[in-house]
Nanobody, 123 residues
Framework: QVQLEESGGGLVQAGASLRLSCAAS????????MGWFRQAPGKAREFVAS????????VYADFVRGRFTISRDNAKNLVYLEMNSLKPEDTAVYYC????????????????WGQGTQVTVSS
């Protein structure tokens, strides 16, 4: 079993940067693909980015490609989401999640979720 806890959210102005962290417990962390999702008020949860168990493969949603970077440190059981050039439309609760599925875009494929961290971007 994997327990996840996000941190690093906050209130920033448009154009600013934030780095989200996701701390994982459990000895099997390095066997999971990790993903970041987000959910804005009144909207469905949407895929942001994922990184394979080894860290060798990353996938991004079109709307964040070139602005966000996902990375992981398996020795420290951490996953990061570096967010640059933030826009007001990036405002949402951001969740990290773990899966062993190849269907990384599908939130239903993820087995474990954190509680989320709020990111608010003002214009």
């Amino acid at each position: 079993q994997v327990q996840l806890e996000e941190s690093g959210g906050g209130l920033v102005q448009a154009g600013a940067s934030l780095r989200l962290s996701c701390a994982a417990s459990g000895r099997t962390f390095s066997s999971y693909t990790m993903g970041w999702f987000r959910q804005a008020p009144g909207k469905a949860r949407e895929f942001v980015a994922s990184i394979s168990a080894s860290g060798g493969n990353t996938v991004y949603a079109d709307f964040v490609r070139g602005r966000f970077t996902i990375s992981r440190d398996n020795a420290k059981n951490l996953v990061y989401l570096e967010m640059n050039s933030l826009k007001p439309e990036d405002t949402a609760v951001y969740y990290c999640a773990a899966t062993r599925s190849y269907h990384v875009h599908n939130y239903a494929a993820y087995d474990y979720w954190g509680q989320g961290t709020q990111v608010t971007v003002s214009s």
